[in-house]
């Protein structure tokens, strides 16, 4: 891929500033590593990480003296950049070494295409150990945050859950970064005597800008700072402690931020919709084994998907030709033999980065960048062109007065995008209503890509122009992942207020769910599928409202038209089964439990409505079987028991029924109160 990666910047450009030389192949993609032992690999990604942060980098604040320390003695790349500001898909295009329009994994439940190279997959066929360590649940590997990211890691240290109103973020979403490393360390005793490959995910510096003692009252009037500070620190005892066991001298380390922060630069607060500096320039740190390459300072502009390449070559491992960036080893340690020619061929190449954030969740357009020679182009509907040379806030929009320029860079980046593309269909988002939840929960959008899709009139709706909105929306979503479900309505409904075409109400009605105001939810949720009739997402939460108000017969069509579409949507199942029975239709509820437990033979509701129903109907037995397999799929509930004690009163067997309570009073001394039969239980 990396004769396609530079065919944009092959045509020699007649416009002023444009001439850049291509970037060209690793010269021995087969090359073997420095060392004939393979070594150690210790990958640390920095979220949410700004690169003007790092003192390494030229930052006076002083948060980084362990990075600083480490960066002399590795090879430093003052112009690192990502390829998107989300983390997500920035970590799945370090790991694969490919662009976002190629691993097409661009958003949340979007899985990891498996046909993919993938770093731990290739390491581990290599004979590596391998482990992640996280410091966040928006990678975990489980739906709806980031499936499949898991593939190829033999440890994969992800266990967090979503917290209820009251509970530590820190236990349940979140780990402090002193924790990331202590679980780095458990691994690192207990890992077998062969190479290994360790991630270390840190994310501290996330909003909201929590940090602990002592850096919260240091750092109070510049909270992001104090993130900054505090996960220095514990990326130093990950490193101190690497010394101690004698692994850090021949040990590959590479150290990057997945993307950075505005902080209010260019009106956005966050990250996600923009492509300028502020989110897409990140420190990148690789120190070789014995320090080869120490103290280099590489002005050439590099990007996030050369990390692979570099890590695969550098332990002789042959690189995946799906693989679309390249090994810097040429420019940390250059090839004598070859006269330094692909150090100088590295002078200067194009950067590329997108986010399609804001096009996926609020129906406005996505933005694509490039960074070539002296210009940064931004492919938006009012697109952007600044000079980096003498305009480094990006603040003079050149667009308008130099078409020429940006007309050349937009066909450069056209043609770029049509070779580095995949053609085959991108994963499928994995919607699973139970899990929308839980994404919920942690502040994000909810609902689904399908239900940010705009007017014609907003299709094209610039980012730059609604950013007032995406921020609004962001502090909204922020005081949801803390659970202050008040506030974060108030502040959705404020943004509804605003941009009443903005097609907020699925999360609008999500969050009202989560707030058990179903009242308000139900019809806020029928609004939304005026706007997006096919969002089964939607319509499930729609008719869970429904059912909480016990309006059943509302329900039913909603329920009927899901398991019509998503045949396997167990959960519509069941609550079908529930709406039929509370409406006194026996049979159709006995069917759909049959239908369900078509295609999951485990259903343990499917089980407890057959329980329920099937004595109504003449056919206590079956209930029977249905309740003991009920009882099997989930042995330490009482309830089974307690309507196996009720059928087995109907059948005349006193002995079975005294047997069942007994068993169901056992079960329950650990358990809350058992519901009285019937369907109102479940």
């Known amino acids: 891929m990396a004769v396609v990666r530079c ?41 949410t990480t700004r690169a003007d942060r790092m003192g390494f980098l030229g930052s006076t604040r002083g948060l980084t003296s362990n990075l600083d320390a480490l960066a002399k003695q590795s090879a430093v790349f003052t112009r690192a950049y990502a390829q998107v500001p989300l983390t997500p898909p920035s970590h799945a295009s370090i790991l694969t070494g490919s662009y976002p329009q190629f691993h097409q994994l661009n958003a949340m439940q979007t899985p990891l295409a498996a046909d993919l190279p993938y770093a731990p997959e290739i390491l581990r066929a290599h004979g590596y150990s391998t482990a992640a360590i996280l410091g966040s649940i928006v990678l975990e590997s489980k739906i709806p945050y980031a499936p499949g990211m898991d593939r190829g890691f033999q440890t994969y240290d992800a266990d967090f859950r979503n917290g209820n109103p009251g509970e530590d973020r820190y236990v349940t979403v979140q780990r402090r970064g002193d924790v990331v490393v202590a679980h780095a360390l458990a691994w690192l005793d207990k890992h077998p005597k062969r190479p290994f490959f360790l991630w270390v995910h840190f994310y501290d510096a996330h909003d909201p800008y929590d940090p602990p003692e002592p850096y919260k009252t240091r750092y109070a009037s510049e909270p992001y700072d104090g993130g900054i500070a505090y996960e220095d620190a514990a990326v130093g005892k990950l490193l101190r402690q690497l010394k101690t066991r004698g692994l850090y001298d021949g040990t590959v380390l590479a150290v990057m931020a997945d993307h950075g922060e505005s902080l209010g630069a260019h009106g956005e607060d966050a990250h996600g919709f923009f492509l300028y500096d502020e989110t897409i320039h990140v420190p990148l740190l690789i120190k070789l084994p014995n320090a080869i390459g120490a103290g280099n300072r590489i002005e050439n502009q590099v990007e996030l998907v050369d990390v692979l ?50 096009r996926d969740e609020y129906g406005w357009s996505d933005e694509k960048a490039l960074r070539t020679g002296k210009y940064l182009y931004i492919q938006v509907p009012r697109r952007e062109l600044y000079d980096r040379t003498t305009d480094l806030k990006a603040e003079r929009n050149l667009a308008p007065t130099s078409a020429a320029v940006a007309d050349t860079l937009a066909n450069q980046m056209q043609t770029f995008l049509q070779k580095t593309s995949n053609q085959h269909e991108a994963p499928k988002a994995v919607l699973d209503p139970g899990a929308q939840d839980a994404l919920g929960a942690l502040g994000y959008l909810a609902s689904g890509r399908d239900v940010a ?65 179903y009242p308000r939810a139900v019809p806020v949720l029928r609004k939304a599928l005026e706007f997006v009739p096919d969002s089964d997402v939607t319509r499930y939460q729609l008719a869970r409202g429904l059912m909480a108000l016990r309006d059943y017969d509302g329900a039913i069509p909603e329920l009927e038209q899901l398991v019509a579409k998503q045949p396997a949507m167990i959960k519509a199942h069941d609550f079908l089964e529930m709406a039929y029975a509370r409406t006194n239709r026996l049979p159709e509820a006995i069917q759909e439990c049959k239908t369900a437990l078509r295609y999951d033979p485990n259903d343990y509701e499917s089980y407890m409505m057959l329980g329920y129903a099937l004595p109504l109907t003449g056919d206590p037995q079956g209930a029977v079987e249905a309740l003991k397999k009920a009882a099997s799929i989930q042995p330490k509930a009482p309830l089974p028991h307690v309507w196996l004690a009720g059928v087995y009163d109907q059948l005349g067997q006193k002995a079975s029924a005294d047997r069942e309570r007994a068993e169901a009073k056992r079960l329950a001394a650990n358990e809350k109160p058992v519901a009285p039969p019937g369907p109102a239980s479940r």
């Open 309 to 358: 390449p570099t890590l695969l070559e550098e332990c002789g491992i042959e690189i995946p030709k799906e693989v679309q960036g390249e090994s810097l080893l040429p420019l940390i340690k250059p090839v004598p033999a070859v006269n330094n020619s692909t150090a100088e061929a590295w002078h200067e190449h194009a950067a590329y980065a997108q986010s399609e954030y804001g």
């Open 453 to 517: 899709k705009a007017s014609p009139s907003d299709q094209a709706a610039d980012p730059k122009d609604k950013i007032e909105i995406g921020n609004l929306v962001h502090r909204a979503q922020v005081l949801q992942a803390d659970m202050h479900y008040d506030e974060a309505i108030a502040l959705l409904d404020q943004a509804i207020a605003k941009e009443p075409g903005l097609r907020l109400y699925p999360l609008l009605g999500h969050w009202l769910m989560l707030n058990q105001n």
């Open 7 to 47: 065919f944009l910047l092959i045509q020699l450009l007649t416009l002023s500033g444009l001439a850049v030389t291509p970037k060209k192949p690793s010269l021995n993609p087969k090359a073997t590593a420095s060392s004939p032992k393979s070594p150690n690999i210790i990958l640390i990604t920095l979220d």
